[in-house]
């Protein structure tokens, strides 16, 4: 069974950019959450998408949004990028929403200069 | 304020002997707690779990105790074994929650021939 996968593995942008993360989840598994590692703060809880609705948000700026579709493909958006976004974003599904375990996708490491 | 803690940001440890790492919490509504690893460039890989009803789970050579009156877990692996290198993650869950899974900042295992 494949694993969870990430698009793009690297990207690179500048300030004001926005950019678009996108992530499929297990075949089969419904919930896709999102997160950001930094080294100052670690992993972090972005937010958990399941039928296509936002269950709940971690504490992060409205720039971040997010989106997930019916066959339960997410992406990520994150708007006028400031340097402090730089980081890598890991996306992780489970079968259920709330589900105790999560899968981790490889992540996207997004850079802004 | 963190939840979740490691307070080693770095172990080593011969191969063939035990390793122990430690995570400590102070949210006492989390009921659900999970170790992962990650390699670089990787994402976390889920490695075990274990629920609050239990103070011991077992999974060939990893162990996690749970001290629920300490607010403590740990993480036995043993033998340990060169690809056991890797920064470990102690994760935690409130049951049922929409918040994600909150995360300590790791640990970087070494482990040395």
């Known amino acids: 069974k494949a694993g969870v996968t990430q698009t793009p593995r690297y990207l690179i942008k500048t300030r004001g950019q926005q950019v678009t993360l996108s992530c499929s989840p297990i075949?089969?598994?419904?919930?896709v959450s999102w997160y950001q590692q930094t080294p100052g703060q670690g992993l972090q809880f972005l937010f958990e998408?399941?039928?296509?609705?936002?269950?709940n948000k971690g504490n992060f700026p409205g720039r971040f949004s997010g989106r997930q579709f019916s066959n339960s493909r997410s992406e990520m958006n994150v708007s006028t990028l400031e340097l402090g976004d730089s980081a890598l974003y890991l996306c992780?599904?489970?079968?259920?929403?709330?589900?105790?375990?999560?899968?981790f996708g490889p992540g996207t490491r997004l850079t802004v200069l | 304020d963190q939840q979740v803690k490691q307070n080693s940001p770095s172990l080593s440890v011969q191969e063939g002997r035990i390793s122990i790492l430690n995570c400590d919490y102070t949210?006492?509504?989390?009921?659900?707690f999970l170790w992962y690893k990650k390699y670089p460039a990787e994402g976390p890989t889920f490695l075990i779990s274990?629920?609050?009803?239990?103070d011991k789970n077992e999974d060939g050579r990893f162990t996690v105790f749970l001290n629920k009156s300490a607010k403590h877990l740990s993480l036995h692996i043993v033998p340990s074994q060169p690809g056991d290198s890797a920064v470990y993650f102690c994760?935690?869950?409130?049951?049922?929650?929409?918040?994600?899974?909150?995360f300590g900042k790791g640990t970087h295992l070494i482990i040395q021939p």
């Open positions: 994760a935690a869950k409130e049951g049922g929650g929409a918040d994600g899974l909150t």
């Open positions: 992780a599904s489970s079968l259920l929403a709330g589900d105790n375990e999560q899968f």
């Open positions: 075949s089969g598994h419904r919930s």
């Open positions: 949210n006492s509504m989390f009921d659900y």
């Open positions: 274990i629920s609050s009803i239990k």
């Open positions: 998408y399941f039928s296509e609705t936002q269950r």
